[in-house]
């Protein structure tokens, strides 16, 4: 048996150490925890597998050795055994022949001593064999010792070695980590310091500006309150003033049709034909008080004719009139527009109700547009009042009376909403030139609000307003404006920092930072961010940079040169810094440099010059260098003529933002000129074109009104912008009526929400997602309308076909429940996979989801039955109205269980967890410390 088995033991004892087995074929790295703690299992395993192959063998060879002796024994037992029972018999027939012949014990037969002997030898040859045996088995016993004990040893030296070795790496990653960990600690020492150091100046700085804000605002207190007297004043007396200015009128026509007759008669009798006197009527004489002049309180008269009149197209005002008070009073509204101060905004205040009494249409609508917004802190918001100042003068066909009509009986603001009326007023206006009502009537036929979608429409209206922004960006620089979506938190926390990130550049401007000199006199130099549009001080910027050598400072002042803004124009100054600019290797300089060759600007004109300058920024991916490039390549100039080169330039430069590059590349699609004409592609273009106008600037006014806390005047400001087709706009305006919906001056609850339904709408038309995920809200919930499931999962699978998650979570849980779709556990399971693999932040939800969705399935498999949710009231996405609910509102008594199972669940998940990293800290503790 042990001949057998001892092998057997033997080979499975080597077996194990087959080196695909061993932990010798796996090889770690020392920062690699979880491949050394899969080593170390491994050479455990190993070890306790060679020691009972060992022990199995050693126990197989004893078992054979104490089986062997057992058998001797029981030999020597059976012999023995056998000498007894013979010399038993022996004594047996000694005592009966004692018995039968009594002899003498002298007397007794003498022994043969050769048969003695015989016994003797065999004695002693039998000893000898046994004691042979014990040795050779003893010497074997002793060689297998000694053969398992040298074994033993070398193993042992190998396991040694290796924990030698193993320890010796570890001990070099953990010194390796100590010292990356004491350079993280000095570099986060060092930054604690710096922005400790930052934190104290910004402190002194906000205390000193603190104090002098409280000065600041006494002085201004009191100013105010002086002004408000002041204001009081000039209202009183304007009943009197509109009184002495209708009697001075009325006494020049009078006086005027009795020049002009006297004028008649005398011509009659001369029998000479008079032409109709069209010059200012001369009545008053020189150097007499006139009685409709204006008081020095309502401002200071202009001092030429192109100050009084305001700037407004002649043909506007052609069917309406207006007197020289008139226009005078508005022109000094004009300059007081957009000052911000308590003086001037009283100033303006006081102008524009001048203005507005002596009936100027212009000053009636911004007056009417103030008592919408609200924005003027002179004026309260009444929106009836306003209603009632533009309705008749839009009756009377003054345009832009006519499209602020169309946007009061779109929104329904002091009057019921029709879009009908809208859509009129809006069309007339449009016909009279009105910007915003063009703007309006483009989108409506872009999208088909309303009105039969038509592209070619749409097309002609955006493109009249597409003109006129190509126009202002074709003059100069345009004030940049950043448009913000209100229902992004994640932004809106990033720009309540940028307060705090500006500041930082302007004290290290200051300081003398270039990077911070040029980022402030790009602020200053296309008006961004809160900081009005000022040339003056971003040339002063701009040079600080320049004399460090910033090459774009340089291009910057290239620029101001070139055009005359914030400095005097100078051709050859211009050419230098361009020239310093092209020799730091930047593009925009490189670009104005073409600019000046081309138009012959300090430089002798040359085409071909240009082209290689403006290949060579556009190179570089410079937007301006692509849009001259694509000039160039349409007209011919300075290289042949190639339409699918200037398309392709025009196409970067326009997906860099550039709004001549969007405009030029409408054109091209409008009139097919290169390429086969799209409408439609057009049609977007001149819309990106016509959002870059001036008047975007209202999104600044919005959000600091919203930022302010001035929800209303936020609200309307984007409400009006949303009318005429700002995506974003819409989007604010519906979020803004959807949060204050039942705490607003403007509507009612049931209109704020019905508002901002059909705002939801808008957007969700011009494609934003998100807006969709709230039209389905509203149809499920019934928000201002009825609540109709399946129009909710309609557009909830229209949002999830453009990849959101909540409407994805949405349409399995409605599945999940038989709401508004049938009951389908698979589907359900399907869209709560597909919405935690599109977002991270559905990976909770949907795995609570998916938990309870699987019960259900094996409780149904079980046979069971699929337990009754049909309790649940609200999808579990709604966070935030769930939880002004009670569970028995939401959850069923099962649902309830089930939540308290998976709470504990997760309890002992996680404290089995931290047992785990306990556990797992200990031996790596145990190996940082040196070896004693």
């Not at 007794?108 to 030898?121: F, K, L, S, T, W």
């Not at 620089?477 to 500006?502: N, P, T």
């Amino acid at each position: 048996l042990a001949m057998i088995l001892g092998p057997f033991s033997f080979l499975k004892a080597k077996s194990v150490r087959n080196p695909r087995t061993t932990t010798a074929a796996i090889v770690c790295s020392a920062e690699n925890e979880l491949c050394l703690e899969t080593l170390e299992r491994r050479r455990v395993r190993t070890m306790r597998r060679r020691s009972v192959a060992t022990l199995a063998f050693l126990g197989v060879v004893c078992l054979g050795a104490v089986c062997r002796a057992a058998a001797e024994a029981e030999g020597n037992a059976a012999g023995h055994a056998a000498g007894d029972a013979q010399n038993s018999e022996s004594q047996d027939h000694a005592t009966t022949a004692e018995t039968t012949s009594p002899v003498d014990v002298d007397e007794a037969p003498p022994v043969d001593p050769q048969h003695h002997e015989a016994a003797e030898d065999v004695d002693h040859g039998g000893a000898l064999a046994e004691e042979e045996r014990a040795r050779t088995e003893a010497a074997r016993q002793e060689a297998t010792r000694q053969e398992e004990a040298a074994r033993l040893e070398e193993t042992a030296r190998q396991e040694e070695a290796a924990r030698q070795e193993e320890a010796a790496r570890q001990a070099e990653a953990v010194r390796e980590e100590s010292i990356r960990k004491a350079e993280e600690d000095e570099a986060v020492h060092q930054a604690e310091e710096e922005v400790a150091r930052q934190q104290q100046n910004a402190l002194e700085a906000e205390q000193a500006a603190a104090a002098a804000a409280r000065d600041a605002a006494q002085a201004k207190a009191d100013e105010n309150s002086a002004l408000e007297e002041k204001r009081a004043r000039i209202l009183a007396g304007l009943a009197d003033v509109e009184a002495k200015t209708r009697a001075a009128a009325e006494a020049r026509e009078l006086q005027a049709a009795h020049q002009q007759a006297q004028e008649e008669a005398a011509a009659e009798a001369r029998h000479q034909p008079v032409e109709p006197d069209t010059t200012p009527e001369q009545g008053t004489q020189e150097g007499a008080a006139d009685p409709t002049e204006v008081p020095d309180d309502h401002g200071v008269e202009p001092e030429s004719e192109e100050e009084v009149l305001p700037n407004e197209d002649d043909e506007l005002l052609e069917n309406f009139p207006v007197t020289a008070e008139a226009a005078a009073a508005f022109a000094n509204t004009v300059k007081y527009m957009g000052l911000s101060d308590a003086e001037s905004q009283t100033q303006y205040c006081s102008h524009l109700v001048i203005a507005v009494t002596l009936e100027h249409p212009s000053a009636t609508i911004s007056y009417a547009m103030a008592l919408l917004f609200g924005n003027v802190s002179c004026i309260a918001r009444d929106v009836e009042k306003a209603a009632s100042l533009v309705l008749p003068l839009a009756d009377a066909g003054f345009p832009p009376a006519q499209a602020v009509a169309g946007f009061i009986y779109s929104a329904g603001l002091g009057v019921n909403s029709s879009q009908a009326k809208s859509i009129l007023y809006m069309t007339f206006a449009a016909l009279g030139g009105d910007t915003f009502a063009q703007m309006n009537l483009g989108y409506r036929y872009h999208v088909g609000l309303q009105v039969e979608k038509s592209c070619e429409t749409a097309l002609a209206y955006y493109r009249k307003v597409a003109d006129r922004v190509f126009i202002e960006a074709s003059q100069g620089a345009s004030e940049m404006v950043e448009r913000i979506r209100l229902a992004d938190e994640k932004k809106r926390k990033r720009i309540r920092s940028q307060a705090h990130i500006l500041q930082y550049y302007q004290l290290n401007a200051q300081q003398g930072s270039t990077e911070s000199q040029v980022v402030m006199g790009q602020l200053y130099y296309q008006g961004a961010h809160g900081y009005e549009q000022d040339f003056d001080r971003a040339a002063g910027y701009f040079q600080d940079a320049a004399g460090q050598g910033d090459p774009t400072a340089m291009t910057f002042l290239g620029e101001m040169y070139a055009n005359g803004r914030g400095v005097d124009q100078n051709n050859a100054t211009a050419k230098r810094y361009y020239e310093k600019g092209m020799e730091k290797k930047n593009a925009q300089a490189i670009a104005g440099l073409g600019m000046l060759y081309k138009v012959g600007q300090g430089v002798t004109k040359s085409e071909k010059r240009a082209f290689e300058l403006f290949k060579q920024a556009a190179d570089m991916e410079d937007s301006e260098g692509h849009l001259r490039l694509a000039h160039q390549y349409y007209d011919g100039l300075g290289t042949q003529r190639d339409y699918r080169k200037a398309i392709r330039y025009y196409s970067l430069a326009a997906q860099q933002g550039h709004v001549l590059a969007m405009y030029s590349l409408g054109m091209i699609h409008a009139t097919g000129t290169g390429t086969s004409r799209n409408c439609e592609l057009a049609a977007g273009l001149f819309k990106n074109v016509a959002e870059r106008g001036s008047w975007a600037k209202l999104f600044s006014m919005a959000y600091s009104a919203y930022e302010e806390g001035s929800i209303e005047a936020a609200a309307m400001g984007y409400l009006f912008l949303g009318e005429i087709g700002y995506e974003m706009a819409q989007n604010n305006g519906a979020y803004i009526l959807d949060e204050v919906a039942s705490d607003n001056d403007l509507f009612d609850s049931n209109g704020s929400l019905a508002r901002a339904l059909y705002n939801w709408k808008r957007s969700a038309t011009q494609g934003y997602t998100s807006a969709r995920l709230k039209v389905g809200d509203y149809h499920y919930y019934g928000y201002a309308t009825d609540a109709d499931y399946s129009v909710a999962a309609n557009e909830y699978r229209l949002a999830a076909d453009a990849s959101n998650p909540q409407a994805m979570f949405n349409l399995g849980w409605m599945h999940e429940h038989g709401v508004g779709l049938p009951v389908d556990l698979f589907l359900a399971k399907r869209f709560y996979d597909s919405a935690a693999e599109t977002s991270a932040d559905a990976k909770l939800p949907s795995a609570i989801a998916l938990w309870v969705l699987q019960t259900k399935m094996w409780l149904h498999s079980m046979g069971a039955g699929a337990p009754d949710f049909s309790g649940a009231s609200k999808v579990m996405s709604d966070i935030v109205r769930l939880q002004d609910m009670s569970a028995n509102q939401i959850f069923t008594e099962y649902e309830n269980t089930m939540l308290a199972v998976l709470f504990l669940f997760l309890c002992l998940l996680l404290l089995a967890r931290q047992l785990q990293n306990q556990q797992a800290a200990r031996p790596a503790a145990a190996v940082a410390e040196p070896p004693q």
